[in-house]
């Protein structure tokens, strides 16, 4: 059993910054990702990072702009998001498999409570 808990979100300008971290706890080696979810719309990939932290995926929108990494000493996940614009207004959730790093959220099995992120004009 995986829990994860996000942090670090809140309101912020737009073209601010913001750096969300997901704190993982229980037994074993796992994948992670970010997601987020606005009102009225489906699930968005944002960005995955591989058990080591050697690959990451990135969506093209948020190419550039947003970093995922990780602290596996910590067991801590980080979402460095730069340039936010307003319509990236959404709840940001991590999620771990302890498959192959994806980008499809079905093959998480983990998710986190979520954390709000609000870019105001």
């Known amino acids: 059993?995986?829990?994860?808990?996000?942090?670090?979100?809140g309101l912020v300008q737009a073209g601010g910054s913001l750096r969300l971290s997901c704190a993982a706890s229980g037994r074993g080696s796992y994948a992670m990702g970010w997601f987020r979810q606005a009102p009225g719309k489906e699930?968005?990939?944002?960005?995955?990072?591989?058990?080591?932290?050697?690959?990451?995926?990135?969506?093209?929108s948020m190419k550039g702009r947003f970093?995922?990494?990780?602290?596996?000493?910590?067991n801590t996940a980080y979402l460095q998001m730069n340039?936010?614009?307003?319509?990236?207004?959404?709840?940001?959730?991590?999620?771990?498999?302890?498959?192959?790093?994806?980008?499809?959220?079905?093959?998480?099995?983990?998710?986190g409570q979520g954390t709000q992120v609000t870019v105001s004009p």
Not at 1 to 9: A, K, M, R, T, Y
Not at 51 to 60: I, M, V
């Open 67 to 74: 970093t995922i990494s990780r602290d596996n000493a910590k």
């Open 1 to 9: 059993q995986v829990q994860l808990v996000e942090s670090g979100g």
């Open 83 to 111: 340039s936010l614009k307003v319509e990236e207004t959404a709840v940001y959730y991590c999620a771990a498999t302890l498959g192959v790093v994806t980008t499809t959220p079905h093959r998480y099995g983990y998710w």
């Open 43 to 60: 699930r968005e990939f944002v960005e995955a990072i591989s058990r080591t932290g050697g690959r990451t995926y990135y969506a093209d």
